[in-house]
């Protein structure tokens, strides 16, 4: 089978200054893709700024020979998605791939969270993938070509103690993919979603670290890079990764009835 490649494609990724955001922008690089590094630089609780971490793998891309540009700002407004889009088309002419990959954590327990708490994730993960891609898809729709992919997480798909907040934006991605399932399919704009199991800083306080290298986030980013591609056929599938294992998670409904 010949390698997958993205000469010529123009991909974005948010959140890609560390952890996943990091692993796919680099792998996508390697393969041709010029890269948009998107990274609002702040702490993994959605504090503070800077451009320190786009910035850098931005220019390991470069120093790599392959292109890229850095942005730095935040998914979780309007003018960040739009801005965020413009950056693509103004360094490289148009927008082929998205990765919907910016997160943040504030976990508490459900009694313990205030509205910050749920605003602020919500903000980040759910609106954040809705600004960026409201941005990309028409510019993508203008072209006939468009691989988007969202970030859920096992959190989403199951719950986990404390994430009330993160679970129900995660959960959300996945009904957001199923409806620009629907939309995008007559302009060849495919998506879907990976659901990541990876030692990053968001998770490295609750991984032991001999799992944390079992979970690197380079055994994610070959799945997530194939969903990118031309190859590529499926829209509306979530996949389970990690440690180098891929799975496909699905919602299943029993036997319905025949309404005469």
């Known amino acids: 089978m010949a390698e997958v490649r993205f000469d010529g494609r123009v991909a974005i990724v948010t959140g890609a200054g560390g952890g996943l955001g990091c692993t796919h922008a680099l792998l996508l690089a390697s393969r041709g893709a010029k890269v948009v590094v998107n990274d609002l630089g702040g702490a993994f609780d959605g504090t503070g700024a800077g451009t320190t971490m786009a910035e850098k793998v931005a220019e390991e891309i470069r120093s790599a020979g392959g292109e890229a540009v850095p942005n730095y700002d935040g998914v979780d407004t309007w003018q960040g998605g739009q801005n965020i889009v413009k950056t693509a088309v103004d360094a490289f002419g148009k927008v082929d791939i998205l990765i919907n990959n910016a997160g943040i954590l504030r976990d508490k327990s459900f009694m313990k969270m ?3 708490d ?4 919500l903000s980040v993960h759910l609106k954040g993938a809705f600004n960026v891609t409201k941005a990309a898809f028409p510019v993508m729709r203008e072209n006939n070509y468009g691989r988007i992919v969202m970030t859920t997480s096992a959190t989403g798909l199951y719950g986990n103690f404390g994430q009330a907040n993160y679970g129900a934006a995660k959960l959300g991605l996945v009904g957001f993919m199923n409806t620009l399932k629907i939309e995008g399919a007559r302009y060849n704009i495919l998506v879907n979603t990976i659901a990541p199991i990876a030692g990053t800083r968001m998770t490295a306080g609750v991984m032991p670290p001999d799992l944390v290298e079992k979970l690197k986030p380079d055994y994610v980013s ?3 890079a194939y969903m990118c591609s031309e190859e ?3 829209s509306g599938i979530v996949f389970v990764a990690g ?3 891929f799975s496909r998670a699905v919602m299943v409904e029993g036997p319905g009835i025949i309404l005469d």
Do not use: H, L, W
Not at 118 to 121: E, L, N, R
């Open 222 to 224: 070959p799945i997530v």
């Open 118 to 121: 749920i605003d602020k994730v």
């Open 243 to 245: 440690a180098g294992y």
């Open 114 to 116: 205030d509205e910050e």
């Open 232 to 234: 590529c056929t499926d």
